[in-house]
């Protein structure tokens, strides 16, 4: 009952984007999906990573069969293309496959399984499906920010980010020293975060085939959650980034013609006081929180509990991002610290929701929510005295960072199992 309400609400919210998409005269979510049956996919990568969540319910031998069906299918779309003479611009060449091989076992599941195989494999197809549906639906939800909030708050958070030295003047200085090597790597773990997400995942899931049933918290929760939970913090506190506001733009949008001044990343803007300022309606509003900070720190939780190449993945991915999202001009500072906190006090209310709510686990998830609002409320009403005051309250946001992050680390540790002591055998009556 509880996959079939998510499955419906899931439903809801994409049918409710696809008509707000059709108002702006643009495809939605369900639109979108649908093309790329046929048309080249612009997420290819992302569709094999959908896969291979969803083969975690198939057997080893129907993993392999899955895969080839997949590969077979994009050459033949690559054959057909090169036939008829079409080029692949806008998209990737591959990725039908995958999506053709989902759907495939959609109808496997319906038609040829019964009882808890059914279910098992409808979970499987699911979990697939709903990764790549949220990232056409997390496409929509941006076009709907920068079309519904033509007024942005860049000003106060670049205000505000004088208290933490702002950090992404900084590190976009850094990242052009290192020209473009640092550059593309860190603009592939920007882009392929949810493959990386999907890594993570499929093992944490790996033993669903054998055990015949899902682990009760893993990390695709979380990633849904946030997703879900934080573009609705853009509506509230609409930002578009330093790039856009404060410099020339990028992907040919923002530019000198809506930024405050061509400054980033070369010149700290001068502390003035801010106010809401119009901008155009293409921008995402998606910076405050940072979602690409939150998954990533999901994505290094989750990766605790791994091998050890796992958790140094997790580490890197999370360092990566973090010098993406300011290197790139794509976040302030203070939008970093509202994405931790905001990742982390998701993961403990998902955590404590599996394993049933205690007295730990709310105050946790109440201190968590708690410092998230603070924060939001200091950066929009109290920037001045951030900017002016940067000794003071500098260290006041990191501590509030830090107090989260050690709550969450020592809730870990009491809700983790307890290893029962071995019980030693009775010692035996000698004989007379």
């Given at each position: 009952m509880l996959w079939v309400a998510v499955g419906v609400v899931a439903l809801g919210f994409l049918v409710a984007l696809e008509i707000a998409a059709r108002r702006y005269g643009l495809p939605g979510p369900i639109t979108n999906q649908v093309l790329e049956v046929i048309f080249p996919p612009k997420s290819g990568f992302l569709l094999y990573a959908s896969m291979a969540l969803m083969m975690v319910v198939l057997p080893r031998r129907q993993r392999f069969i899955a895969a080839g069906s997949a590969i077979g299918i994009d050459v033949a779309f690559l054959l057909v293309r090169w036939a008829v003479g079409t080029k692949v611009t806008d998209g990737h060449p591959f990725g039908n496959g995958a999506l053709w091989v989902i759907l495939g076992y959609a109808v496997i599941a319906v038609t040829r399984r019964t009882g808890q195989e059914r279910v098992l494999l409808l979970k499987g197809v699911g979990l697939g499906l709903l990764l790549v549906a949220g990232r056409k639906a997390g496409d929509v939800w941006l076009l709907i920010t920068s079309k519904t909030r033509p007024a942005v708050l860049d000003q106060y958070a670049a205000t505000a980010d004088h208290a933490l030295g702002n950090p992404s003047w900084l590190a976009g200085r850094i990242v052009r020293a290192t020209g473009p090597i640092g550059a593309h790597v860190l603009d592939y773990v920007y882009i392929q975060l949810a493959v990386a997400a999907v890594i993570v995942a499929v093992y944490q899931l790996r033993n669903v085939a054998v055990e015949r049933r899902f682990p009760g918290h893993h990390l695709v929760r979380t990633f849904l959650v946030i997703g879900i939970l934080g573009p609705a913090i853009y509506m509230i506190f609409p930002v578009v980034g330093p790039v856009f506001a404060y410099g020339t733009g990028a992907f040919g949008t923002g530019g000198p013609h809506w930024a405050v001044a061509n400054l980033w990343p070369d010149t700290p803007p001068p502390i003035n006081t801010p106010h809401?300022?119009?901008?155009?309606?293409?921008?995402?509003?998606?910076?405050?929180?940072?979602?690409?900070?939150?998954?990533?720190?999901?994505?290094?939780?989750?990766?605790?509990?791994?091998?050890?190449?796992?958790?140094?993945?997790?580490?890197?991915?999370?360092?990566?991002?973090?010098?993406?999202?300011?290197?790139?001009?794509?976040?302030?500072?203070?939008?970093?610290?509202?994405?931790?906190?905001?990742?982390?006090?998701?993961?403990?209310?998902?955590r404590s929701l599996e394993r049933g709510w205690d007295r730990s686990g709310i105050q946790l998830v109440t201190f968590g929510a708690t410092v998230f609002a603070v924060l939001l409320v200091s950066y929009r009403y109290m920037p001045m005295e951030m900017a002016k005051h940067p000794w003071v309250f500098g260290p006041l946001v990191i501590l509030a960072l830090t107090s989260v992050v050690r709550g969450y680390v020592r809730n870990i540790k009491l809700w983790a199992p307890k290893a029962a002591p071995v019980r030693q055998p009775e010692p035996q009556p000698e004989p007379v």
């Open positions: 809401p300022m119009p901008f155009d309606e293409t921008t995402p509003r998606n910076c405050m929180p940072s979602l690409h900070t939150a998954w990533a720190t999901a994505i290094f939780v989750h990766s605790r509990t791994g091998p050890r190449i796992l958790r140094f993945a997790g580490a890197f991915w999370l360092i990566a991002t973090l010098c993406a999202t300011l290197g790139f001009g794509y976040h302030y500072g203070v939008d970093l610290v509202a994405g931790v906190v905001f990742a982390l006090t998701i993961e403990a209310a998902l």
